[in-house]
């Protein structure tokens, strides 16, 4: 079987995790909170200097699961995790509070929650608001439209037009073969340029692209860091102030949870006292007593 060469992108590719990313390995321990100036300036030459020996061994198959034979043995290497939705939040770092309630107030029991639970259920199936409306689709460009109607239609999609590749036919007149012949000259040196270009520059750039956007990484996570140490700070702070006054808050609920109880009693001795009187004098109405005072 005829294998393919790899293209320059994948022996990038391969070269950067196999020879590069071990040279940074200590560049990264040193600095855990991010490169310096110097040390990035560091690390772009030695990304220069490793890449430059791609052109040794370009014209090479190179495959990823290829052997390396070190002293008479084999060893396999293994292909790089794959990263999946599971993996990245596993790797995002959660705030040490996410409490929005108070934290002085006892836990609800099991009753009080189905209790609650119960009284949202009735409140929901009473309700006739409606959900809110789905996100409207984006505005897609006539082509993008014809490409999702035909995945859609789970129809196939058209292959490429070779024609454009095959050789002129020589039954073609003059006239049409000449100016055709002119426009693929001029695309197909315009390509060979881009493509020096390319092979010259193009690793830089490359370099460089990547360094952006490595900057652009540390600091999004440094404004998120920053923003998740100031919500842990406010945690930790409303949490102090509800401890500190968590006695006085308990005492004040005691007295007033007292004071309603005196009050209950005192109602319904008031309602007894009062059922005592209408019994009183139903009592001698019934025996034609005098009401008292009149």
Avoid at 66 to 87: F, L, V, Y
Avoid at 182 to 193: G, Q
Avoid at 216 to 233: I, P
């Amino acid at each position: 079987m005829v294998r393919r060469p790899r293209s320059n992108s994948h022996l990038i590719a391969i070269y950067y995790r196999s020879k590069v990313e071990p040279l940074l390995h200590p560049l990264r321990l040193r600095f855990p909170g991010g490169l310096l100036a110097d040390s990035a300036l560091t690390r772009r030459h030695i990304l220069h200097d490793s890449f430059s020996k791609i052109d040794h061994f370009a014209p090479r198959e190179i495959d990823l699961n290829e052997q390396r034979h070190d002293s008479g043995t084999a060893t396999a290497k293994p292909p790089p995790p794959a990263i999946t939705s599971t993996t990245a939040a596993a790797m995002a770092v959660q705030p040490a509070y996410h409490e929005s309630l108070t934290y002085i107030d006892p836990e609800p029991t099991p009753d009080a929650l189905s209790a609650a639970r119960a009284l949202i259920a009735a409140e929901a199936s009473s309700t006739q608001q409606q959900p809110p409306p789905a996100s409207s689709e984006p505005p897609f460009s006539p082509a993008i439209q014809a490409e999702l109607s035909r995945i859609a239609a789970s129809t196939p999609q058209q292959p490429l037009d070779l024609a454009r590749y095959e050789a002129p036919s020589s039954e073609a007149p003059p006239a049409t073969a000449l100016p055709a012949a002119a426009v693929a000259h001029s695309y197909l040196d315009a390509r060979l340029a881009n493509l020096a270009l390319l092979d010259r520059w193009g690793k830089n750039a490359w370099l460089l692209g990547n360094h952006a956007l490595e900057a652009e990484l540390q600091s999004l996570e440094r404004d998120l860091a920053a923003a998740k140490r100031d919500v842990d700070l406010v945690n930790i702070d409303r949490r102090a102030r509800q401890d500190a006054v968590a006695a006085e808050v308990r005492a004040l609920d005691d007295t007033w949870r007292a004071g309603v109880g005196r009050v209950l009693e005192t109602e319904v001795a008031v309602e007894e006292l009062h059922g005592r009187i209408r019994e009183e004098l139903a009592r001698r109405a019934a025996q034609g007593v005098q009401p008292l005072g009149q």
